[in-house]
């Protein structure tokens, strides 16, 4: 059972891969118009079974961090470990959506035959961020209670949420996010909150009382709720509110300390 935390990280990092392998296999997303009518062409399925892959892998990585508590086992090869698996799944796996993302939007420019493969290559700053990202958390004695700057899995989450916004289409979400200067400013802002100074709450409260847990009750609850309404646009909306929430939330002074 002391092997079970590692084999969940392992399993993360076998499904980031197995998200990667479906993503590359994929094609861009693509609208087109004709007339008064539109006609969505959605990628190729094997870009939602890549999201898919994702979320699953997310699973696993909050189940390895429960099995360690369960189980009181915790090692530094695990924590490296479990970098370098997250590294994979939600940094590499990410920017490759990211990056058939823009190559779709840019295959809608009238010089798109022209348009070099440079300009999807912004896309892979994610990765290179998270890297930054993830090193910098393992070599933190600040982070316990708090994540200093975005957490990497919830960068990974989000960007699969998008894909699958532009799949679905929801209240025509999809069609905005195929503009590339949409897609390269999202890039950048996720870039910059993985490595800023913001404190961002952690899922799992730190203590189980009012003072401590109200921001996770909060991000549960309302997500809850805009799930029947906004359907897969409720991932994107938590995200947007995870952030809120983590930038208004004033520790307790007890943890500052």
């Known amino acids: ?74 090692s530094p090869i695990g924590k490296e470990l479990d970098s370098l698996a ?27 035959l022209d348009v070099s493969m440079i300009a999807m290559s912004p896309a892979f700053l994610i990765a290179c961020f998270a890297a930054l990202r993830l090193a910098k958390f393992n070599i933190s004695d600040e982070q316990k209670t708090s994540f200093i700057g975005m957490p990497v899995p919830a960068v990974g989450i989000f960007v699969a949420s998008l894909a699958l916004v532009n799949w679905y289409n929801p209240f025509h979400i999809g069609e905005k996010l195929q503009g590339k200067w949409t897609l390269y400013l999202i890039i950048a802002i996720l870039c910059w909150l993985m490595v800023s100074r913001i404190r961002f709450i952690k899922l799992m409260p730190h203590k189980w009382n009012m003072t401590y847990a109200w921001p996770q009750l909060v991000l549960v609850v309302a997500t809850a709720i ?32």
């Not at 008064?36 to 892959?53: A, L, N």
């Not at 590294?87 to 993302?101: D, E, H, N, Q, Y």
């Not at 809120?244 to 943890?255: F, G, N, R, T, V």
Request: aromatic residues 16%.
């Open 1 to 74: 059972m002391k092997h079970l935390p590692n084999l969940l990280t392992l399993a993360n990092l076998f499904f980031g891969c197995i998200a990667i392998a479906f993503i590359l296999n994929s094609q861009p997303f693509l609208t087109s118009y004709a007339a008064d009518e539109q006609y969505w062409v959605s990628c190729t399925e094997q870009m939602y079974w890549g999201c898919i892959f994702i979320g699953i892998a997310a699973i696993c990585d909050v189940l390895d961090g429960l099995a360690a508590r369960a189980l009181n086992v915790f």
């Open 86 to 112: 997250d590294i994979v799944t939600f940094g590499v796996a990410p920017s490759m959506i990211l990056f058939k993302m823009l190559w779709g939007a840019w295959m809608r420019e009238p010089n798109a």
């Open 226 to 257: 805009a799930i029947p309404f906004l359907k897969i646009a409720a991932i994107p909306v938590a995200f947007i509110l995870y952030i809120i929430l983590s930038i208004i939330y004033k520790y307790p002074q007890a943890e500052s300390k």
